[in-house]
């Protein structure tokens, strides 16, 4: 899909795990384009969720697995309590609705259960299940244990992985110049500057305003679709950057390993 699109390079960060790599990189090999091993770790900062991308991660390192599984097998009990919540407000939620969810899905999370409340008829559509029961501060809503930004940041290190800040205009900080400050100290090397927030409405403008919050901080602009293949994020192509920045992320990525 990528070749055919004429792209020089492809990322692969799927979230919380690096299983799908493997495949990724013998997928690309012999083609004319580089293609680059990575994850998207959700993690906490001050309370907040930031999602942190690994470029560069060891395509095979059980270890690290393991321990990104134990924060999917998180969302595993983190949807049973959101379920309880739901039915102790009355909603009688099908116990084959939610087993079907525990073994069909990678990650059960909220959108899962809209889907199910909206099958029931409680809500109308996936929003409203969210504005009144799922979203933060919402009864039904149960926040997730999330490892902490710097250590996330100190374990990509470690396995010789880039870390970068995904998508910083979604997380509604006034101050993101100091929180990329602080981070940066904690050994971050990138920010993604390029991202589509709302989907083609201006993303040249959320561009600039990254990059001024980044300026003069040494991290590497990298950009992402954040493409799902779900239809609601944007399409695979759709947001590029130089492939210089492909080896700006190598070079920092050897550093990182050579350390
Ligand atoms: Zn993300």
């Known amino acids: 899909m990528a070749l055919k699109?004429?792209?020089?390079?492809?990322?692969?960060?799927?979230?919380?795990?690096?299983?799908?790599?493997?495949?990724?990189?013998?997928?690309?090999?012999?083609?004319?384009?580089?293609?680059?091993?990575?994850?998207?770790?959700?993690?906490?900062?001050r309370g907040y969720e930031?999602?942190?991308?690994?470029?560069?991660?060891?395509i095979d390192n059980p270890e690290?697995?393991?321990?990104?599984?134990?924060?999917?097998d998180e969302r595993h009990t983190r949807f049973p309590k959101m379920v309880?919540?739901?039915?102790?407000?009355?909603?009688?939620?099908p116990e084959s609705d939610v087993q079907r969810v525990l073994r069909t899905a990678a990650s059960p999370g909220r959108p899962h259960l809209a889907r199910i409340l909206v099958e029931m008829g409680v809500v109308t559509?996936?929003?409203?299940?969210?504005?009144?029961?799922?979203?933060?501060?919402?009864?039904a809503y149960v926040g997730r244990e999330r490892p902490d930004i710097i250590?996330?940041?100190?374990?990509?290190?470690d396995?010789?992985?880039v870390p970068v800040l995904a998508h910083p205009l979604h997380y509604n900080d006034d101050d993101l110049r100091g929180v990329l400050k602080i981070l940066k100290k904690a050994g971050l090397t990138g920010v993604e500057a390029v991202y589509d927030y709302e989907r083609g409405t201006n993303p040249a403008e959320d561009t600039r305003?990254?990059?001024?919050?980044?300026?003069?901080l040494g991290l590497i602009e990298t950009g992402g679709t954040d493409f799902h293949g779900d239809g609601t994020h944007n399409d695979i192509g759709s947001m590029t950057v130089s492939v210089d920045v492909i080896d700006e992320l190598s070079k920092a990525a050897e550093e990182i390993s050579t350390r």
């Open 159 to 161: 396995v010789g992985a």
């Open 84 to 93: 309880q919540r739901l039915r102790d407000l009355g909603f009688d939620i």
């Open 50 to 58: 930031l999602h942190l991308l690994g470029y560069f991660v060891p």
């Open 151 to 157: 250590k996330g940041i100190r374990r990509l290190r």
């Open 5 to 45: 699109m004429g792209l020089g390079g492809i990322a692969l960060t799927d979230h919380d795990t690096i299983g799908g790599n493997k495949e990724f990189i013998s997928a690309g090999k012999g083609k004319d384009i580089v293609c680059v091993p990575g994850v998207e770790i959700s993690t906490d900062y």
């Open 64 to 72: 690290l697995e393991e321990e990104l599984a134990a924060f999917r």
């Open 125 to 139: 559509d996936i929003d409203e299940a969210f504005a009144k029961y799922l979203a933060e501060g919402k009864p």
């Open 209 to 216: 305003q990254v990059q001024a919050a980044a300026h003069g």
